[in-house]
């Protein structure tokens, strides 16, 4: 796939993608859509991969659809997301509940890290609220701004918000698309780290994904990730406990566990 509103980079065992498309301030469009579940799918696909950073180019992470897009569908009456037929399918295949658009990233291999470094509303902020960790830029605005636009809570809002900031202030933010910003919502559970500036927060997410690739048996990251998220999709205490128990004896008969138990014995840095 030809890439125009996104771009990509690797180093190492880290990747870093950007929204790309700072004319319009990263605006969402079907074609930003597409690619970036195209470049994520690519990216899941190379075991070399253990960590990917997600930001936007500035001045801005992602400030919600394309007005053209929005005015293209209250024209046409009906909502589409703009992908192709069959487009990539990253994250996909582990469980139902993660089978539709953002809700893969639970199911995706490797970490996500969002780096918020601007302003993030709509479809931009459920982007950056499914990243499994989150650093933002302090003065960086952020808003549902769905209803100002006389839409109901987009793409998941409204199951994942309430589980990070509590029901009472996602129903603030949910009803009411009112800005507020990073620092303003610094103690609310949103963020991971919030740092003073869009640089800044980059940099952060970058240190802590380091900080996985150096210190973390990759086996280990993505068993705990998919744990995390199963987790959240059932109601059993027990279920969970017996399931990790299951996986306990699993990863025991790998060569990461063995070199993780070797390294603790020796008083070194783990070699994965």
Not at 84 to 100: I, K, M, Q, W
Not at 233 to 239: E, F, K, L
Not at 250 to 264: C, K
């Amino acid at each position: 796939m030809e890439l125009k509103a996104i771009r990509h980079e690797t180093d190492g065992h880290i990747a870093t993608v950007w929204l790309h498309r700072p004319h319009r301030h990263n605006a969402w469009t079907g074609r930003m859509h597409a690619e970036f579940r195209h470049v994520m799918d690519e990216l899941e696909r190379d075991p070399e991969v253990r960590v990917v950073v997600v930001t936007g180019t500035p001045p801005a992470f992602c400030v919600g659809g394309d007005s053209d897009a929005l005015a293209q569908h209250a024209a046409q009456g009906s909502y589409d997301t703009g992908l192709p037929p069959e487009p990539a399918r990253p994250g996909r295949r582990v469980r139902p509940e993660y089978d539709d658009d953002f809700a893969w990233m639970m199911g995706y291999r490797t970490p996500i890290i969002g780096a918020i470094n601007g302003a993030v509303a709509g479809v931009g902020l459920s982007l950056a609220l499914f990243c499994d960790l989150r650093f933002g830029a302090a003065p960086a605005k952020l808003t549902t701004a769905a209803p100002k636009l006389g839409l109901p809570a987009e793409y998941g809002l409204s199951w994942i918000l309430p589980r990070l900031v509590g029901v009472a202030r996602a129903a603030d933010l949910l009803m009411s698309g009112r800005v507020v910003t990073v620092a303003d919502t610094e103690s609310w559970g949103l963020w991971n780290g919030v740092e003073p500036d869009g640089e800044a927060a980059l940099a952060a997410a970058l240190d802590y994904a380091h900080l996985l690739v150096d210190t973390t048996g990759p086996s280990a990251v993505s068993t705990t990730k998919a744990q995390l998220y199963h987790d959240l999709h059932r109601h059993a205490a027990g279920d969970s406990v017996a399931d990790s128990k299951r996986l306990l004896d699993e990863a025991m008969r790998t060569a990461e566990y063995r070199e993780g138990v070797a390294a603790l014995r020796e008083q070194r840095a783990p070699r994965f």
